[in-house]
């Protein structure tokens, strides 16, 4: 089973309830994979700006969204 | 860095934690030290908020509405039409980080909950203001004055949807600092 091609199938889809319901529900998955992962990296004592390099994103973007939640 | 806190400033604060904890934030923003402060019935601030009319009640249930975050379940079926079987990705997540970790709510700090950035800003100002004021100390009402100096905060947008005159508000918050004419 080629996933990027069911990928591309539903996330291009032409019934766009049906595409846009799988791109909403891969952002939820990425949220909630993205918080586990920064709390994670926090914990291991890295900093804002080496997370930031890993995710692609500023420093500012993911101090902002996940400084918030404080520290554990 | 509460040391300079009168009694109650400094109660304000701790029970900004208290409600914080009750809508299970897990952080103290403005928005909870203006509960805090609503809850404080003794300071200026209280006064002043009980004074414009507003219930900690009904401003609990703002707070709570502006913070919601749905926590829905993730969408299994939406997933695999992509080709992503949730059960998979659960299994690895809890393999990992434990039992519940894709599912699980923003963890739950115990003991001392952390301040939100701009609510050490509001507070930052709440000692500007005391300064400003000429008051050696930080009592409630130069906290609410330090909330409202923020700006654009979510306490600030909770006073404004409830209808409040920030301005007044402040001017009625200065007065009640003032020592008794």
Known sequence: MN???QLAEAASGQDPGNGLRAVRALRDLTER???????????????????AVFLGVSKQAVH??????GRR | MFERFTQDGRNSVILAQEESRRLRHG????EHLLLGLAATTAGAAGEALAAAGLQISDLRLRVAAKDAEPDEPLDAEALATLGIDLDVVRRTTEAAFGPG?????RGMPRGHLPFAPDAK??????????????????????VLLGILRAGDNTAV?????????????????????????
């Open chain 1, 64 to 69: 902002k969204k996940h400084a918030r939640r």
């Open chain 2, 101 to 105: 970790a894709l599912d699980r709510r």
């Open chain 1, 33 to 51: 994979l993205e918080t586990l992962q920064v709390d994670n990296a926090r914990a291991h004592g890295w900093s804002w700006q080496e997370i």
């Open chain 2, 157 to 181: 947008r909770v006073l404004a949807d409830a209808g409040t005159d920030i301005q007044q508000l402040r001017e009625d918050v200065i007065r009640r600092l003032s020592p008794a004419a």
């Open chain 1, 3 to 5: 996933e990027g091609v």
């Open chain 2, 27 to 30: 952080f103290i923003g403005p």
């Open chain 2, 121 to 142: 800003k509001s507070l930052e100002l709440a000692l500007r203001e005391a300064v400003r004021l000429k008051s050696r100390e930080i009592a409630s009402g130069h």
